[in-house]
């Protein structure tokens, strides 16, 4: 049976990583695999995560199982941070996956049992996992344009073109902040735009949350989703708490499905609980349970934001002195789109052979579409970087 198998491919981001394991010089930049590092190169536990896990050890009496769709706790201290009051809880179904890729499987799966055969669409570059979760899971895929390779800015005319052409129960997947890959973001007015589309076709928007607290702000970047929630009738969103809150071992992640109305969204939980029952049963509850301690304790809360801002600030100080160097080392404005990306990544407009170079040459690790991780360009290695970019392009 099992000589029957065909090989998968490999993933490139996770074979990056080995290939950086195995550089023995000593000079060596990971700007790869999309996780926060400090100004040391470590990725380390928040303040308040860390308090709270002291806390936890202290008082937590059990080890037995959540519900199904995870501790009602968690669901609450997480609506409140994404949604806030923009729609009533009557409407909203949670179920807790392993991180916010357990999220994005499972509501393709759900997506699939509707029956509707609707297309789910996704921006074009999207995160690679995105692709490959909907093949796996078996639901007809469509791309809209998003990014101008020549500009590096949203290309907004092309994405309502390609919009327009979604039909009624399709499914139109966008990153609530800080695009992944890219970093460039739509603007409020674009945002406003693609919901009056969405919700004018009858199509049911599905938000990607993985970066909130790392753009603009905690609330501001949920400018999205919230607008979203107000006008749809029907959503669907995926959120992860592995980068804001920095647990990304622990796998926190949570679905948010809102129905048209309170007797629908009783058989929406029907079906997210079935959908976990199914994979694994019971979601996991630690990451999740230091989530809720650190959004429910106002002392632990304000450390926790006071850390984020100091994350989103030190990436954002980051942009703006990469982008100078790179200005200065080029004798151009090629490069200021970086300072204007928001979130952990930037997508340079760099060629695959151009990355090569910069990996062999350099010692410079970046995906092989030149997405670069902009957490991993500390202060002592601005001016690296710049040139070495500078002389693969010029050579």
Not at 139 to 159: H, I, L, N, R
Not at 214 to 232: Q, V
Not at 274 to 292: K, M, W
């Amino acid at each position: 049976m099992l000589s029957n198998l065909q090989k998968q491919p490999a993933d490139r981001i996770i074979g990056l990583s080995a290939l950086y394991r195995a550089d023995p010089r000593p000079e060596k930049i990971d700007l790869g695999v999309g996780v926060y590092k400090d100004a040391q190169g470590n990725t380390p536990i928040m303040r308040a995560i860390k308090k709270a896990e002291k806390q936890l050890w202290n008082e937590e009496t059990t080890k037995t199982y959540t519900a199904l769709i995870g501790d009602g706790g968690f669901h609450t201290v997480m609506h409140e941070l994404i949604l806030g009051d923009t729609v009533d809880r009557d409407r909203v179904s949670y179920c807790a996956t392993p991180g916010g890729t357990g999220a994005i499987h499972h509501v393709l799966e759900l997506v699939k049992m509707t029956g509707t055969g609707g297309t789910v669409w996704f921006s074009d570059p999207t995160w690679g996992n995105h692709l490959t979760i909907a093949k796996h899971v078996g639901v007809p895929v469509g791309k809209y344009g998003y990014f101008d390779a020549e500009t590096c800015a949203v290309d907004f005319d092309k994405m309502m073109a390609d919009l327009n052409g979604i039909a009624q129960n399709d499914v139109v997947v966008l990153h609530g902040c800080c695009h992944n890959p890219t970093g460039a973001n739509l603007t409020k007015d674009q945002w406003d735009q693609v919901a009056d589309l969405i919700v004018a076709k009858g199509a049911i928007p599905f938000i990607d949350i993985a970066y909130q607290g790392f753009g603009d702000g905690l609330i501001e970047d949920t400018y999205g989703p919230r607008l979203m929630a107000a006008r749809a009738p029907q959503m669907l969103i995926a959120a992860s708490c592995s980068k804001n809150f920095g647990i990304y071992r622990e796998r926190t992640g949570l679905i948010l499905a809102i129905s048209p109305d309170a007797e629908t969204n009783a058989i929406t939980q029907g079906n997210l609980s079935y959908v976990n029952r199914q994979n694994f049963s019971f979601p996991p509850d630690h990451g999740a349970r230091l989530v809720t301690m650190v959004l429910s304790d106002p002392e632990l809360r304000a450390d926790w934001m006071a850390e984020l801002e100091e994350v989103r600030l030190g990436m954002l100080s980051a942009r703006k002195k990469l982008a100078e160097a790179l200005r200065k080392a080029s004798n151009s404005d090629r490069f200021d789109f970086i300072a204007d990306h928001r979130g952990m990544f930037s997508r340079l407009g760099l060629t695959e052979a151009q990355v090569d170079r910069l990996r062999e040459e350099h010692a410079i690790y970046m995906v092989f579409d030149s997405r670069l991780n902009i957490a991993g360009v500390t202060e002592d290695k601005i001016e690296t970087i710049a040139n070495a970019v500078v002389s693969v392009i010029r050579t």
